[in-house]
Structure formats: structure tokens, C-alpha cells
């Protein structure tokens, strides 16, 4: 006979001891605004995950089951349990033993500010050894958080071979996955596909960055192909920043298994008696809106649940130096580029790489990482005249480092080549410019001297508003002089982890500065990283076309103002398009603004057009990076346009983005159908960075209803080559 009682009410602790079966038993309903994950278990048996989609209530648990039965296969299956299946977990115990065999023991409830959190203990029946599963319910945001902790108390260290944060099952269907693939210079792009027999990895072993090539997050359709505003979507999201392996079993039994975690086949981990490992977070969250409806409630849960550090705030417009000198940085320039930007209404100046190095000066890529000291050759006068020179010029200044890094042309590396990551008896694998490291970050001393590197520039310059913080290399010379013998096969765990020791110790003192997450481009676009950054470089390619499917991607996970997309020049530096600078700025105004490039080589027109984009966009900038995301028209379509809006909270005020993707003689641009309004509203149009010359176009200054806007759509100004356009609608 089935329990249906609540986790909550039930629990209680066995005082049997680990050898004896043990007794809970019961239903664990855990649940956010309006959805639900049902956990249960018979007594003396393993967990069971019955659901999770739309919210049930408490007296609606028995529903599920009497429905179909629920799901109702192991919650967290280890190896050589009786379930016999895929595992979650799988553990050499001291004795030799490489089964688990996993009971609930007691299920404790623990109420937090904006959250409801369930702690689920699993324990060995015949070892003492144990599994906490977490699952914390957001009570204003559709997101559960769960992850394991495993620990135990045997006679010597138990090998953890696998350690998943989480596993969930999803009903057979016509179910589809959205996930993130892409490589450098072309980042997050959307991979659409049917769930198919057979297992389907997504694996990640870059080591120090893990979101070039796929992304830990995956979007589940439950109905069909993929669409942005309709249909059951479930989203999961990883928040690791290391490797990771997310593995999606589908079989004969009718269900889809997924399981979520640290990729273990590089890494294997030796629990000591009494330690705790916990496994990083999995974000799930269940929409019925549809793909853009599961983004949503991740840009919410992010910005208002400490996943991306200050997420509520609105961001600076700035210029970064990268594409405008690259590493021919010098005083006059800094100054030129300062004075321009402020002349152009930006806010924020950001000085990137080849400030430094003193016996190695950064002339090159290929010296001077780890010497974070200014080269006065190049700034005579150091960072205070620059500091002052934003200051003259109203604007903040911010600056770049790549702190994790060392080049073997370094003093670092001439005082302290044993900090560097490196395999005993192999010679040491070079990346960029021929000469480029990874610290060992696993290291205490390391990480003392990477959060020095932050805290002196932050003590000696406090005006520094921002850090754009670089990470150029993979983990490729795998060894640490530091670990001993037995954790060296901890190299990819602890190194994330003392990189969030590092970033916590940050946080704690500077609250304040913004920090941009880089990784030669879009390499640590992940919620790892995130609660201890403000935002990502979406991509090194500023490319304005190939930016729109980017930026559409990163936009599945990512909320708006914590995307940086910067205006850049013509040719574009890296595909060599020539793109008109209107669409280059609309496509820019879509995130968070910036400019990338040399104001003193821009046209009169792209200024101007530049100075109009920058003063339209603080006018919406609240509504575009505060606000909900409706993607409407999806590039990856093909249907010749891409479109999205934001709207805020009240549905008083919308911004509307609209770009021509090809140009054909005769082509049908489609009609868009607008979301997100109240449809009882009427809505006035402004036409936002009209073309500079031209008249706004003729839905500027009309008014219409939310209904029609939403279900009948508008035609949009779209003629011609790169035509793109920029609407504010504000409810009367
Ligand atoms: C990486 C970044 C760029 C730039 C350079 C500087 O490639 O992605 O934006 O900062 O490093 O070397």
C-alpha cells in the first residue's frame, strides 16, 4: 500500500543502525508557483521519482499515481542496486565493495527567505555511507535547484566514480532537446533534435572553460518540434563551470533518463571518512509558454536568486579598447578613446589587454601574463592619469586582466614556475602565442596570489568600476605540484573550486565592480561562474549577422543584461562583412550595450548613428535588461527575419527588435505577432536609432491595441539589405 503523506510531515530519523532496513516512507511534493516535482517512497525501499511538470496539490498526489502510475523508477540510481539500470552514482567503498544500495532514511524541510528547501537522506543498507539530495523550490520563480551531498564514515576513503547532481525522468513522447553547440567565434548556437533511442551525451573536457563547444543546459519540448511561445518545455541547467556530462537514456520503458553532473570519466574522487563532497546545482524549471516561457523563468531565477551576482541592476554603456588598438595600448589612445566615448553619451571605458608588464612588456601575446604591473612605457603616467582622465570626462574606467593565466615570459613564471599546471616528466603544452600557462588554482597560495592580483589594482585604484576577466586556455598540462599523489585525479574538480573560493573572497570585498566573465570570447558563459559575475562576452566575433544567432542562443539560459554585445567596426574585423551601422547598433541594443572598436576611424554617419543608438537606448535600457524576453521570430527558421521584445512587469512599456536576415527581390517578409502585452491596453509606437537622415518609419506615433498587436501582428519597415528596426511601445 502506497504512503501519500507529505516528506515534510513524516520524516523521521531511523536510530537503527546502518545494517537494519530502514523505515521512511511517504511522498516528498516539492513545488513552486506553478509547477511540481513528487518524490516517494515505500518503506525499507529506494526513492522514487514519480513527476514533474505542472503543479499538483497536496491533496492531488494520490492523482499522479492513480493517473498512470507515476514514473515512479529510482530517484537516484546507483550501481549494482537491485534497479540494475543506468546510475547516478557509483562507489568503490573502503572494503573493495563497487555496489550501493541506497534507502530514504529521513526527509527534513527547511524554510529560507524566498525558497523552500527539502533535504532528502539516503543511506547504504549495509554500509555507513550516505546520500543527501537537495531540492530547493523557489516560491516566486519556477525553479528547483537540486544537487547531492555524499559522505560517509567507513574505516578508510571510499572512490566516488561517478557523482551526478541529478537525475529526473521525462514521459516518452514526440520529445525534442534544444541545446547550446557552437566553437570559438561562433558561440551557443541553437542544435534542435528528437529524442531518439540510445543514449545522447553532452560532454565537456576543456578543463578551465566549459561553453565553447556545448553548453550544460538543455531545453526538453515535450510536444514536438521545438517552438518559442507554445507548448511544455522542461529546462535544465548544470551551474558548474568545469567538465560536465549530461547523458539523456531513452529505452523500451517508455521513459526519457537524464542525468546531470560533474563529467566523471576525468575525474575520479577519493572521499575521505567524514568529508562531504557536493556535487554542483541542477536548475530545472517547466514552462507551458513554450521555449521562450522556460528562458524567462531562468532570466528570473538568475537575476532575482543570486545566479548572476547584482542581476537586478541595470548595466553601463561602454567601449571596450580590444578591437579598436588591440594590444598597442598607450596613454594618448586611452585618452582619445575616453574622450570620445563620453563624447558619444557612454558611460564606462574599458581598457583591455597590454597595459602591462615590466621586464616582460605585453607587446606580444606571447609575455607578460602574471606580471600585473602597469608598463610605463606605454602609460608613463599609470592607471591613476587614466583613472583621472575618465574622471575629467564624467565616465568610469574599467580594466582587463586575465589572472589565471601565466606566460613562461613572465617574472611570475621566473619566481614560481612551480605554480604553473604541469605533468611530472612531460614537457610543458604551450597555448596561446606559444608561451601561455594555467595557474594551478587548486593551490591555496595561488589563489591568495589571484585574489592579490584583483584586490591591489582594486586598493591602489578604487575608481576601477569594472574588470573584464579573461580566460585564454584550456586545462591542458594535467598535474599540480600541490595536490598529492591520491587528489591529483581531483585536478578538474578542485581547480573550480578554488576558482569560487577565489571569486567569494572577491564578492566579499568589492561587491560593487562589475566583472565580465570572458574565455576567448563565450568560453564561461555558465551559471558556475555567473552568481560571481555580472555578465559574459557573448562571442570574440562581433560580427552583427552571425551575433543575431548568438545572441539568440545565449538568450535560451541567459537574461539580458548579462549578455555584452558590442557595436563593432566595418569590415567586420573578424568574418569581414560590411554591415550598415544602423543594424550594427540594433542588433547591439538587443543586451548589454557597448562599443567595440576605435571611435577615431568611425564615419560622421556611424557616429552619429552610434551617439542616437546610445541616447534611445537609455531611454529603454530598464525594459531591455530588466524585462521578460519573447523571442517571436527565431533566425533558425529561415523565415528571412529574426524578432524578439521585452516587456516590463506591468506590460506598460515594450521594446521591439525586428532584423532582415536575407534580402531577395519579391521576398515575403512575415506579419509578427507581438506578446507579452495586455491586450485591454492600447500601445503607442516610437520608432527607436531611426536611421540617421531618414524620417522614423510609418509605425512611429500610432497607437494600437495589445489584442491586435498580439493576434493580428504588424507588417514591419523591412526593405532592403540589412534592415533592421527598433520599436518602444508605451501603454496610454
Ligand atoms: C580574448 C578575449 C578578447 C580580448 C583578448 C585580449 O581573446 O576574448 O575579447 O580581450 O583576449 O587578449
Excluded at 8 to 21: D, G, I, M
Excluded at 212 to 235: T, Y
Excluded at 513 to 536: D, H, K, L, T, W
Amino acid at each position: 500500500m502506497r504512503n501519500y503523506m507529505m516528506g515534510a510531515a513524516v520524516a523521521f530519523c531511523s536510530l537503527l543502525p546502518a545494517s537494519h532496513s530502514l523505515a521512511w516512507s511517504g511522498s516528498v511534493l516539492v513545488s513552486t508557483p506553478n509547477t511540481s516535482l513528487l518524490l516517494h517512497a515505500n518503506e525499507g525501499e529506494d526513492l522514487r521519482f514519480a513527476f514533474f511538470g505542472d503543479r499538483i496539490e497536496e491533496n492531488q498526489i494520490h492523482q499522479i499515481h492513480d493517473a498512470w502510475d507515476g514514473l515512479n523508477r529510482t530517484a537516484y540510481p546507483t550501481f549494482g542496486s537491485p534497479a540494475n539500470q543506468l546510475f547516478a552514482l557509483q562507489a568503490v567503498h573502503a572494503d573493495g565493495n563497487w555496489t550501493t544500495d541506497l534507502t530514504v532514511d529521513q526527509v527534513e524541510t527547511t524554510e529560507e527567505d524566498n525558497a523552500k528547501l527539502t533535504a532528502i537522506t539516503l543511506k547504504d543498507k549495509a554500509y555507513p555511507f550516505q546520500v543527501k539530495l537537495y531540492y530547493r523550490a523557489y516560491k516566486d520563480i519556477d525553479m528547483i535547484e537540486t544537487w547531492s551531498e555524499i559522505s560517509h564514515t567507513e574505516k578508510k576513503t571510499v572512490v566516488l566514480k561517478r557523482f551526478d547532481s541529478g537525475h529526473f525522468m521525462i514521459r516518452r513522447g514526440d520529445v525534442w532537446i534544444s541545446h547550446l553547440h557552437g566553437s570559438w567565434g561562433d558561440e551557443a548556437g541553437v542544435t534542435t533534435e528528437p529524442l531518439t533511442p540510445g543514449i545522447k551525451l553532452i560532454e565537456n573536457v576543456d578543463g578551465a572553460r566549459n561553453t565553447h563547444i556545448d553548453h550544460p543546459e538543455v531545453m526538453f519540448s515535450l510536444d514536438g518540434k521545438p517552438q518559442e511561445n507554445e507548448g511544455r518545455v522542461i529546462g535544465a541547467a548544470l551551474c558548474w563551470s568545469g567538465n560536465y556530462a549530461i547523458r539523456m537514456a531513452t529505452d523500451n520503458n517508455f521513459v526519457h533518463r537524464i542525468f546531470a553532473g560533474i563529467d566523471s570519466e576525468t575525474a575520479e574522487y577519493n572521499l575521505a571518512p567524514k568529508e562531504v563532497f557536493a556535487t554542483p546545482k541542477l536548475a530545472l524549471t517547466y514552462s507551458q509558454e513554450g521555449l521562450s516561457g522556460a528562458s524567462r523563468n531562468f532570466h528570473r531565477w538568475a537575476r532575482h536568486a543570486g545566479m548572476l551576482h547584482n542581476g537586478n541592476r541595470v548595466r553601463d554603456i561602454l567601449l571596450n579598447s580590444w578591437e579598436g588598438v588591440y594590444l598597442d595600448v598607450d596613454e594618448e589612445k586611452m585618452s582619445q578613446m575616453m574622450e570620445d566615448i563620453a563624447a558619444m553619451g557612454g558611460e564606462l571605458f574599458v581598457m583591455d589587454d597590454g597595459w602591462f608588464g615590466d621586464k616582460y612588456r605585453r607587446v606580444q601575446d606571447n609575455s607578460s601574463l602574471g606580471d600585473w604591473v602597469v608598463d610605463k612605457k606605454k602609460l608613463p603616467n599609470g592607471l591613476e592619469n587614466l583613472v583621472r582622465t575618465a574622471q575629467k570626462n564624467g565616465i568610469k574606467f574599467g580594466i582587463w586582466i586575465e589572472p589565471e593565466a601565466v606566460n613562461s615570459k613572465s617574472e611570475l613564471f621566473e619566481k614560481h614556475p612551480e605554480w604553473a599546471l604541469q605533468a611530472p616528466g612531460r614537457s610543458l603544452i604551450y597555448g596561446r602565442g606559444g608561451t601561455q600557462l594555467l595557474l594551478d588554482v587548486c593551490n591555496p597560495e595561488v589563489q591568495d596570489f589571484i585574489f592579490g592580483v584583483v584586490d591591489n589594482l582594486l586598493t591602489r585604484h578604487p575608481q576601477i568600476a569594472y574588470i573584464k576577466w579573461d580566460a585564454n586556455i584550456e586545462l591542458r598540462n594535467y598535474g599540480s605540484t600541490y595536490l598529492p599523489r591520491d587528489k591529483q585525479s581531483h585536478i578538474y574538480i578542485d581547480y573550480h573550486r578554488g576558482l569560487e573560493k577565489i571569486m567569494q573572497r572577491i564578492r566579499a570585498k568589492y561587491p560593487d565592480v562589475v566583472i565580465q566573465a570572458c574565455a576567448s570570447g563565450g568560453g564561461r558563459a555558465n551559471y558556475g561562474v555567473m552568481p560571481y559575475f555580472e555578465e559574459f562576452w557573448v562571442s570574440d566575433n562581433t560580427d552583427a549577422l552571425q551575433r543575431i544567432y548568438m545572441q539568440w542562443g545565449s538568450s535560451y539560459f541567459y537574461p539580458s543584461n548579462a549578455m555584452a554585445q558590442h557595436i563593432s567596426a566595418a569590415p567586420n574585423h573578424q568574418t569581414g562583412r560590411v554591415i550598415p551601422i544602423k543594424f550594427r547598433c540594433d542588433v547591439a541594443m538587443s543586451g548589454r550595450l557597448g562599443l567595440e572598436l576605435q571611435p577615431s576611424k568611425m564615419t560622421e554617419e556611424e557616429r552619429a548613428q552610434s551617439t542616437q543608438a546610445i541616447k534611445d537606448y537609455k531611454t529603454v535600457r530598464e525594459v531591455i535588461q530588466l524585462g521578460n524576453l519573447y523571442r517571436l521570430v527565431s533566425p533558425y527558421d529561415r523565415k528571412g527575419i529574426a524578432s524578439l521584445m521585452y516587456t516590463d512587469d506591468a506590460k506598460g512599456k515594450a521594446v521591439f527588435f525586428a532584423y532582415k536576415m536575407d534580402n531577395f527581390v519579391n521576398q515575403v517578409v512575415p506579419r509578427v505577432c507581438l506578446r507579452g502585452l495586455d491586450p485591454l491596453k492600447n500601445y503607442r509606437v516610437r520608432e527607436l536609432n531611426v536611421k540617421t537622415g531618414n524620417r522614423p518609419c510609418f509605425l512611429d506615433g500610432k497607437t494600437f491595441s495589445g489584442r491586435l498587436l498580439m493576434n493580428t501582428g504588424i507588417e514591419l519597415p523591412l526593405g532592403g539589405d540589412y534592415a533592421s528596426c527598433v520599436l518602444e511601445l508605451t501603454a496610454e
